[in-house]
């Protein structure tokens, strides 16, 4: 037992240096400019076709949908597209087009079950309507500033660019899930993505952005080439870079918006995303631990009990943890008051204990279906045993009782 302070404050001491490349690739990636006046991307401007899946009402959604009317950009359409006419969401795009009836703005409503993906099955009714070469993929929780889709087209201009996806920022915060949603976003999300394109050159897509080429997307099999897997915007990413195809990480970040999550959402959306890392990272999903200083500096508090240097270890990390998001978080403007900071070490403790259930749990729930995850994240069916039944009928009836 003399050896666990000596082997987790190691432990701490690598998460910590790992938390401090994350934080040096975002402001890297930050200060790195796509294009400026003058560039000769700067002044690409083919149309594009803006493919929005929607799927109920998420958080500020008629105000996301409007922020794509206002685009910078000379020649583009939006498609939405919905599985059904009585989802609440079409009722939005219908005001969103009726308001802005100079814009190329279409919905299409079609039923499809093509492949187990629901985001997917969307997708390819949308992706059959586009009109342009180009197609831009963005999710409904998306909120874009005025310059979004020149910057993330400017790179296009290199034909061996495949794909060009953003960095993304999450605003709101008005519930305790959504804040810790945020935080989570905008620390060890951003700084993940931007470690791995930085610093280990790696492919890194972020499906709430995704712009291609219709001939580079058919080339590696098309959106019916990811219909049955999880992490389609991972799967794109890898095919695109296998192809020979370049993927670029856009400085232009986009806004997630999350105003009213639960914790259970919060828990239940990384819950998944942890199992959908495990599916493909394999053994490198261990590594993600240890780079959760704040959680391994807690183990010691655990197994020895409050003593002085588990408690100065645990604080030690919390104070730096919670200073470094803080500052990240000035660096980037993220909206969020000072306060809210202080539930970082929270957070970082609870995606600790999250980070154990994709290793024990080979299931995922998604969107009110329930799949089994096989490597690199391929969707199955989850078969209904007699168990499992009476076990969602007793965790119904016993919510029922105590609701």
Known sequence: MTLVLPFFSAFTALGLLCYVLQ?????????????????????????????????????????????????????????????????????????????????????????????????????????????????????????????????????????SVG????????????????????????????????????????PCVIGKSMLMRKKDLEAIGGLRGVKDVLAEDYLLGRKMNESGKTVVLSSFRIQNVNHYW???????????????????????????????????????LVLLGPSRGAVTLALAASLVKTLGDFHLGRKLGAPMSPLVYLLVPVKDVLIGLMWFVPIFSGTVVWRGNRYMIGRNSALGPCPETAARRWSYRLVSTIKERFA
């Open 163 to 202: 794909l060009v996806t953003n960095m993304i920022e999450g605003v709101g915060g008005r519930t305790a899930g959504a804040v810790l949603e945020n935080l989570h976003l905008n620390s060890f999300v951003i700084g993940s993505v931007c470690f791995l394109d930085r610093v280990l050159k790696l």
């Open 262 to 300: 639960s914790i259970k959402r919060f828990l239940n959306r990384h819950t998944r995303w942890g199992k959908l890392r495990w599916k493909i990272g394999g053994a490198k999903y261990i590594l993600e631990l240890a780079t959760n200083a704040v959680f391994v500096s807690a183990m010691p």
């Open 23 to 159: 934080f040096w690739s975002v402001l890297a990636s930050r200060g790195k400019k796509t294009s400026a006046p003058g560039d000769a991307g700067a002044d690409y401007l083919p149309p594009v076709s803006i493919l929005k899946p929607l799927k109920g009402l998420d958080d500020n959604l008629f105000d996301n949908l409007e922020s794509f009317c206002r685009l910078d950009y000379p020649c583009y359409e939006l498609i939405f597209a919905l599985q059904d006419r009585n989802d609440p969401a079409y009722k939005v795009a219908l005001k969103v087009r009726d308001k802005y009836k100079d814009r190329d703005i279409k919905i299409i409503v079609r039923r499809r079950n093509e492949g187990l993906n629901p985001k997917v099955n969307n997708l390819l009714s949308a992706y059959e309507a586009a009109s342009h070469e180009y197609v831009l993929i963005s999710d409904s929780n998306v909120l874009a500033a005025g310059g979004y889709l020149r910057e993330t087209v400017a790179p296009m201009k290199d034909p």
